[in-house]
């Protein structure tokens, strides 16, 4: 039994260090950081100019230094003014109780600690607070308590204030040191990464949507993707706290890579946003493909090719727009697929609009066609509202031109439907 549980652990380890390298690479960081700082109590100099406080750089080390330099720096940043705030507030409330005397200092000094407590706290419930600087804020509490209440003279906090802060500034500047320099975790492209591959989740599928809902019962039988294979939304609609984690850490980061200084981060919000919303519907569509009736002997021909249209042409617009995000290219102008999906659009609103339903009086075969024509109307309004976002950042981070579509060779299908019939003509992308 024990031999097996410590297989198990062994294999987790190993499954976990797989999944993402970076994990390991940034456990030796920790390591190295933690050594680096360590040896303030061998090198002489050092020690006897701190003592002690020099505990102060481990302690920094260990809860400063996070996954991504983002997080690193916030961390840090938040430490250092918060302590250096604190301390200076801390010193003064403590001087006013002390030449105040015996009797009142007590008082005073309780509080002060009473009112910076109260005031700090409420402020940690501001959204913007919450986000991006709590950590300093919980610091600068325990700072001012620790300063006011010390039994410490003036000129013996100062002192010590001094050795803190100096040993909180190294132990938070290694962290950064090695957290950049060496395999550095930026969070602004883990966001970036993120946000491309949820869009070209959906877009995958949205192409398989029409073959693996409107497939006849025999092409069922020989087809081999499965609707299992289509259930990567519920990572998508559960994406929105990691994005925001990321987007927080991201706008502490410095300019790097493609990633310039002031890169417009809050946009990947907007367009992370509208990609769930986008989810949201299609996995209303994804009911469809495990309803026990099957669809495609519900629906006409007609409405058939168009919802298959529909449904291929957003995948590939998702597709591809995904892929200019990837490789910070502006997207192509004017774009042929959104074209296409506004004229699919417009011909099913027309389409159902008609009389073209009155030879079909079995409401249980009417409804859920309608509902899927209506939950696809809405996906490619969500489709063109991502289009939209991204060609506003592709302006806004300055995304380079390209001649074509992809670098990967997609097609480009212009389809024209008129009535309920299909024309196809094939572009080299």
Known sequence: MELAKVEGIFWQIKKI???????????????????????????EPLYSSFGVSAMWAVMTVVVVFEFSVGATLGKGLNRGLATLLAGGLGLGAHHLASVSGKTCEPILIGLFVFLQAVASTFIRFFPTVKARYDYGMLIFILTFCLVSISGLKTDEILGLAQKRLSTIVIGASTCLVVSIFVYPVWAGE????????????????????????????????????SISSLGCLNSVLDSKSNVETLANFARWEPGHGLFMYRHPWKQYLKIASLTRQCACRVEALKGYLNSKTQFATQAPLEIQAIIS????????????LAWSVETMTKPCQPNPRATNLKIASKNLNSMLKSDFWEEHTNLLQVIPVAAVASLLNDTVASVENIADAIDELSSLANFKFHDSISSNNISLVSVVIDGGGTKSSTQAG
Request: glycine share 6%.
């Open 190 to 225: 883990d966001l970036h990464n993120l946000v491309a591959n949820n869009i070209e989740k959906i877009g995958c599928f949205l192409e398989g949507f029409a073959d693996e809902c409107l497939r006849t019962c025999e092409e069922s039988e020989n087809n081999g993707k």
């Open 17 to 43: 260090a797989r999944d993402d390298p970076r994990r390991l690479i940034h456990s030796l960081k920790v390591g190295l950081a933690l050594t680096l700082v360590s040896l303030f109590y061998y090198f």
């Open 309 to 320: 249209t529909m449904s291929s042409e957003s995948g590939k617009a998702l597709k591809e």
